[in-house]
């Protein structure tokens, strides 16, 4: 490869991706996050309260790992712990109101984001790219290399998700 320009769509969508992951943590720094703790603030709000083991279950670490980030995001005040109605040994973690509040602002970053990347494209221009995307990613999966797999057990293989692709 003699100029950048010709580098293979892969090339370009791992520079694509290391670009984006920057430009999301110097927007978090300001909130004290880093994208593994901003990736299960956004599992807390859309799956609700779960245990810390469920939690780490959901992005492929071990709950001694998950213990470390959990106590950060409850210094932080963005969660919460509450003992499980049906068993008092569980503690389920949930998003505080500050949780919350900080989860519109990670939603606010990631428009701005997508702004700067789509900037110049038309609406059926975005769309065709989402599509194309899905359609690469489904395409992988589909692969030789991933046959019996499902998407849980190729992240836990290549680490945390939020750790290498926000």
């Known amino acids: 490869m003699k100029n950048i320009d010709d580098a293979?769509?892969?090339?370009?969508?791992?520079?694509?991706?290391?670009?984006?992951r920057y430009h999301a943590v110097m927007?978090?720094?300001?909130?004290?996050?880093?994208p593994s703790q901003a990736g299960i603030l956004f599992i807390l709000n859309s799956q609700g309260r779960l245990s810390q083991r469920q939690l780490a279950e959901q992005i492929g670490i071990t709950p001694p790992s998950m213990t470390v980030t959990l106590r950060k995001l409850e210094e932080l005040g963005y969660i919460r712990k509450e003992p499980d109605e049906c068993d008092q040994r569980i503690l389920r973690i949930c998003l505080s109101?500050?949780?919350?509040?900080?989860?519109?602002r990670l939603e606010f970053i990631m428009e701005?984001?997508?702004?700067?990347?789509?900037?110049?494209?038309?609406?059926?221009?975005?769309?065709?790219?989402?599509?194309?995307?899905?359609?690469?990613?489904?395409?992988m999966l589909k692969s030789k290399d991933f046959k019996g797999m499902d998407f849980k057990s190729i992240l836990k293989k290549t680490g945390p998700p939020m750790r290498q692709d926000f």
């Open 112 to 139: 701005e984001m997508e702004k700067i990347l789509y900037q110049g494209f038309t609406v059926e221009e975005r769309l065709l790219f989402r599509r194309l995307l899905l359609a690469m990613r489904e395409n």
């Open 97 to 104: 109101e500050a949780g919350k509040e900080c989860i519109g």
């Open 8 to 20: 293979s769509a892969f090339i370009v969508l791992h520079q694509l991706m290391h670009l984006s």
């Open 27 to 34: 927007r978090m720094e300001d909130m004290n996050l880093n």
